[in-house]
């Protein structure tokens, strides 16, 4: 099992930053994609950034040039790097971790982001 906790999320303005942390705990064996999501009111949960194994990553096309996901092994943690935050930004955060040998998923709890014009 592995359990994922989020921070980092709050009240910004428009333009401004912030820094989503995901920590793991329990045994990540076989997760080969980690991944951010998410979801505003009234929306479908929808994937913002992944980053698999080796190192690539994947961005919605809204997020491009704004976002940046990335890794630190050693600490367990997984991060999104958001800047030029916009109001169409503001949603609950979910970080997920995916095996896909074993085919599960896990989530985080989420995060809220406000991004205030």
């Known amino acids: 099992q592995v359990q994922l906790v989020e921070s980092g999320g709050g009240l910004v303005q428009a333009g401004g930053s912030l820094r989503l942390s995901c920590t793991a705990s329990?045994?990540?064996?076989?997760?080969?994609?980690r991944g951010w999501y998410r979801q505003a009111p009234g929306n479908q949960r929808e994937l913002v950034a992944s980053?698999?194994?080796?190192?690539?990553?994947n961005y919605v096309d809204s997020v491009k040039g704004r976002f940046t996901i990335s890794r630190d092994n050693a600490k367990n943690t997984l991060y999104l790097q958001m800047n030029s935050l916009k109001p169409e930004d503001t949603a609950v955060y979910y970080c997920?971790?995916?095996?896909?040998?074993?085919?599960?998923?896990?989530w985080g709890q989420g995060t809220q982001v406000t991004v205030s014009s």
């Open positions: 329990g045994s990540t064996l076989g997760i080969n994609t």
């Open positions: 997920n971790f995916y095996n896909s040998y074993a085919n599960r998923k896990y």
């Open positions: 980053i698999i194994t080796g190192g690539g990553t």
